[in-house]
């Protein structure tokens, strides 16, 4: 694929400047659930299921979750494009190749939101 190709009318600046913002945003949520998954943890440094359940009982953490979950996916999933027609010639094997990570990441974003949301059947 050429540059021309991949330029502003095939979303190429888009996905190039909205890597860097999920990035970004990538970096503030992961250090915000470092901080408070090791700093104050509810029951002094033991990480359990109860503690995790407890935190995911709020709006507030289910909703910083699903943004972690959400930019992460497409954080990687853009990635991993990129790489896609970058180094796949052949068109055929580049849209197989994309089409198995769009069903990859719509595989995870249910089995992650229903994780969060405790949709899955335990005492979320």
Do not use: C
């Not at 990570?101 to 992650?112: R, S, Y």
């Amino acid at each position: 694929m050429t540059e021309r190709e991949r330029g502003m009318r095939s979303g190429g600046a888009f996905q190039w400047f909205f890597q860097r913002i999920s990035g970004i945003v990538l970096i503030i949520t992961l250090l915000g659930h470092f901080w408070v998954l090791h700093f104050f943890p509810p029951n002094h440094g033991d990480i359990t299921y109860e503690t995790v359940m407890l935190r995911l009982s709020h709006p507030l953490w289910r909703t910083f979750d699903l943004l972690f979950l959400v930019f992460g996916l497409y954080h990687g999933m853009n990635g991993i494009t990129m790489l896609i027609h970058d180094y796949i010639r052949g068109k055929g094997l580049r849209m197989a190749l994309v089409s198995v990570l769009w069903v990859a990441v719509f595989f995870f974003m249910i089995i992650g939101s229903m994780t969060i949301l405790g949709l899955t059947g335990g005492k979320a």
